[in-house]
């Protein structure tokens, strides 16, 4: 007998392939669906070759990215100032996929074709899965180009980088840059959310460029080309394009203090910074900060909805995989009741996220044309940033459950998932200020009250369920004594009668009245798993599933 042999203890047996080389976009029913409903069809050849993409060798990449995170280089070796983030090669490239693929820049590169943001909805809820980190820069790049635009200048000279599909990592003034990304600066220690009470200062110079004195409590991807930076004028709050290079090519007087320790979001880097004098230009008009900045908001709070809505189906397939695979009690999971009720569960739930978003998507995609949509899109993507990013963590959690105690291990990607969770329902307005938002919808825009019902009634009179709680919702905005008190709950009832609506005027009427039961009619618990008999559970986990 060998030593080898001798020594032998077991052999490793019903342990489940991890998931790879698959397609992301092909084996995903729901989000091809929702793609086709809202208008964007015809980028399914695009969003089936990076779907390839995410589900191979970029899934190896964003396990990389994390294991490895981004370092702060306060001085070169000389003892020169750099202020430079150095990031893994592995991160490097899921950017250069991203920009390649147009997270950054394919809606307004088809800004002329109907639901070009729905496409690039999909572009991101896609690439998002196999790595999250990727999402703060890109979706600060794509959501400025509003902004912007309110400086023509500005505009002119930085979009046609900001939508590059070349993702270009070099410190060096955009001039010399085949494609440049974007951050934000808008809170700072004192203020939080209330960025009203900001201290930074922003001082006019005689050739009409501003000098900021301050700091940045969160200053998002500090690697980033440029900032858009919220400061004092004398009028008031104002918006800054605050560059990493002066207009001579030196150094821009932003100081990073140090990288922020995050509990995920591992392989993107957030900072704190100091503004010594550092150069900026208006955007916008001096004291108009707020309204200029604020359809950048609208578009990253979609992008907190996408991504949020992306950890739930890549949570749910990594269920799915390992329940397909794994065997107890003499069957596979997968095939065991109450794990079935589980994964249906899950996967109802992700499907209802990616229907809400992409229906906020194309409403985004009509404001510019359609003043109903745009009523719909400033009060729907509060409620939809609230619920769905609320959501996200216990979906995981329940996901990560289904994998045993693998799934508390780094080597699988559940723990990385669950970390991620919760960020967004933070970034953007944490759940509160998302309520307060749709209050004050309610109360400076009654058009958007209108829109919102309007959406509701177009599904009317197919589900008792909702029907019902149609009537009681229309009674909980008219009592307006408690509303601010009441507003989570009615925000969240809201919430779920929209991912109703748009599932009862799809093709699946199961699924349908499985939601409108479980969600709306009260036969479903707390937990995950709680879905009644008649839930189409075979419907729903085969929908879901990435593999027969």
Same mark, same amino acid.
């Given at each position: ?357 992409? &229906?906020?998507?194309? $409403?985004? @995609?009509?404001?510019?044309?359609? %003043?109903?949509?745009?009523? /719909?899109?400033?009060?729907? *993507? #509060? ?88 009537? &009681?919702?229309?009674? $909980?905005? @008219?009592?307006?004594?408690?509303? %601010?008190?009441?507003?989570? /709950?009615?925000?969240?009832? *809201? #919430? ?53």
């Amino acid at each position: 007998m060998s030593l080898t042999s001798q020594f032998s203890t077991h052999e490793v047996q019903n342990q489940p392939e991890p998931l790879k080389n698959y397609n992301v976009w092909a084996t995903d029913t729901a989000l091809r669906e929702a793609v086709t409903r809202e208008g964007a069809a015809w980028a399914g050849e695009h969003l089936g070759e990076y779907g390839a993409r995410a589900g191979g060798d970029l899934i190896d990449l964003g396990f990389a990215a994390n294991e490895n995170k981004p370092k702060l280089r306060s001085f070169d070796r000389y003892g020169h100032r750099i202020d430079e983030v150095e990031f893994h090669p592995a991160y490097h490239a899921l950017m250069s996929a991203a920009m390649e693929y147009g997270m950054n820049g394919f809606a307004w590169r088809n800004a002329n074709r109907e639901g070009a943001h729905v496409a690039r909805a999909a572009v991101m809820y896609i690439g998002s899965q196999a790595e999250a980190g990727i999402g703060c820069p890109m979706s600060m790049t794509y959501a400025a180009i509003p902004a912007l635009r309110h400086a023509p200048v500005l505009a002119e000279k930085w979009i046609p980088k900001l939508i590059s599909t070349q993702y270009d990592p070099r410190s060096l003034p955009m001039e010399h840059k085949t494609g440049c990304t974007i951050g934000m600066g808008m809170t700072e220690k004192q203020g939080g959310s209330d960025v009203r009470s900001n201290t930074t200062r922003a001082i006019r110079q005689p050739d009409g460029s501003y000098e900021l004195v301050g700091h940045k409590w969160f200053f998002s991807a500090p690697m980033c080309d440029a900032h858009l930076v919220l400061a004092q004028t004398e009028a008031g709050l104002s918006c800054f394009l605050v560059p990493r290079f002066r207009p001579d090519g030196s150094r821009n007087a932003v100081e990073v203090q140090r990288l922020k320790d995050k509990l995920g979001d591992w392989a993107n880097a957030s900072s704190e910074v100091e503004f010594q004098g550092a150069f900026g230009e208006l955007v916008g008009g001096e004291g108009r900060g707020v309204a200029t900045i604020i359809e950048m908001v609208a578009l990253t709070r979609l992008d907190c909805m996408i991504g949020s809505s992306s950890q739930m189906r890549q949570a749910t397939v990594q269920a799915l995989n390992h329940t397909r695979q794994r065997q107890t009690f003499g069957r596979h999971l997968i095939d065991q009741p109450l794990m079935r009720n589980v994964l249906a569960d899950l996967a109802l739930e992700s499907e209802a996220a990616i229907a809400l978003t992409m &229906r906020i998507a194309r $409403a985004i @995609d009509s404001s510019g044309h359609d %003043e109903n949509e745009a009523a /719909f899109a400033r009060i729907a *993507t #509060a409620i939809g940033k609230y619920w769905i990013c609320k959501r996200t963590p216990s979906q995981v959690n329940e996901a990560q459950e289904c994998l045993g105690g693998i799934g508390y291990v780094e080597e699988t990607m559940m723990p990385r998932l669950y970390r991620q969770a919760p960020l967004n329902s933070i970034w953007e307005g944490s759940g509160n200020v998302q309520c307060l938002d749709v209050l004050r919808a309610l109360r400076k825009e009654p058009a958007s009250r209108d829109a919102l019902f309007a959406e509701l009634a177009s599904a009317r009179g197919q589900d008792k369920h909702y029907d019902a709680e149609l009537a &009681r919702l229309g009674h $909980a905005f @008219d009592d307006m004594e408690t509303v %601010e008190y009441r507003s989570r /709950f009615i925000v969240e009832r *809201t #919430a779920l009668m929209l991912q109703a609506s748009i599932l009862i005027k799809s093709a699946e009427a199961p699924i349908a009245a499985c939601f409108g039961r479980s969600r709306l009619g009260g036969e479903h618990g707390l937990a995950f798993g709680t879905l009644g008999p008649d839930a189409p559970v075979a419907r729903l986990i085969d929908r879901a599933s990435v593999a027969a």
